[in-house]
Nanobody
Framework: QVQLVESGGGLVQPGGSLRLSCAAS????????VAWHRQGPGKQRELAAQ???????NYADSVKGRFTISRDNAKNTVYLQMSSLKPEDTAVYYC???????????????WGQGTQVTVPS
């Protein structure tokens, strides 16, 4: 059974920084694309940042230059470094990993439980 556990959210003043972590555990053979999505109050969930297994990245225009996604394959952990935070970054942040469990030929999508990031105005 694969599980994702997120950590690192919280309350931060405008202009501040936070680092989110998403640790995958269980019987894992491989991790493909990883991403962070977010859902602000009254908004639809949106992609914030994405990284392929080769290291190519893609960011929402609203976070480019401020957020950095990274991964530690040895630890099965994905990070989102957020800086110059704005009130509009307030959201629940979800990690999303494409994982091939041990013994399976298929890659499956897994979501983290979500972590709240609040940037007051």
């Amino acid at each position: 059974q694969v599980q994702l556990v997120e950590s690192g959210g919280g309350l931060v003043q405008p202009g501040g920084s936070l680092r989110l972590s998403c640790a995958a555990s269980g019987s894992i053979s491989d991790i493909g694309v990883v991403a962070w999505h977010r859902q602000g109050p009254g908004k639809q969930r949106e992609l914030a940042a994405q990284m392929t297994s080769e290291g190519s990245t893609n960011y929402a225009d609203s976070v480019k230059g401020r957020f950095t996604i990274s991964r530690d394959n040895a630890k099965n952990t994905v990070y989102l470094q957020m800086s110059s935070l704005k009130p509009e970054d307030t959201a629940v942040y979800y990690c999303y990993l494409i994982i091939r469990p041990s013994g399976s030929p298929y890659y499956l999508a897994y979501w983290g439980q979500g972590t709240q990031v609040t940037v007051p105005s």
